[in-house]
């Protein structure tokens, strides 16, 4: 049985030994490589963007329009929509239980914020200015 489907309109998000997160069109799904088991991780109103998962493999995030957070002890995935965090862009991982996350920075709400998973709790860490007025580039260094 393969692991993904065979489809053009699948990307891969993020993949590391256990896992693969990949979004087909508007849905993410979160696949554990050995036990071949599916999470559904949401739909996004213009697809999801990014995704990671730390070294431990207790969670994973998924970004597009808001964010998504599967958590291993549970099993459940929970949703966090907001006004000022839609359009997330980009994630990085800052701890085994925080991440930092990009809001498009080419809107006028262009930010970095920070999003710890045990509180499920985000505050905006600072605006991000740098590529407002500019040509889109897949390449953003933040």
Not at 40 to 57: F, L, R, V
Not at 103 to 110: L, N, R, T, V
């Amino acid at each position: 049985m393969a692991i993904l489907p065979k489809n053009e309109s699948l990307v891969i998000l993020y993949e590391n030994e256990s896992f693969i997160v990949y979004k087909e069109w508007e849905d993410a799904t979160l696949v554990d490589k050995r036990s071949k088991k599916k999470v559904e991780m949401g739909s996004h109103y213009g697809d999801p963007t990014c995704a990671i998962i730390p070294k431990s493999n207790n969670w994973c995030i998924v970004g597009g329009d808001g964010l998504y957070v599967w958590k291993r002890d549970s099993g459940e995935v929970v949703s966090v929509f907001s006004e000022e965090i839609s359009h997330v862009m980009r994630l990085k991982l800052v701890s085994e239980d925080e991440v930092l996350f990009l809001i498009d920075p080419w809107s006028s709400k262009s930010a970095i914020w920070s999003f710890n998973i045990p509180s499920m709790t985000y505050k905006k860490v600072q605006d991000f200015l740098t590529y407002r007025e500019k040509p889109f580039t897949e390449d953003i260094d933040w």
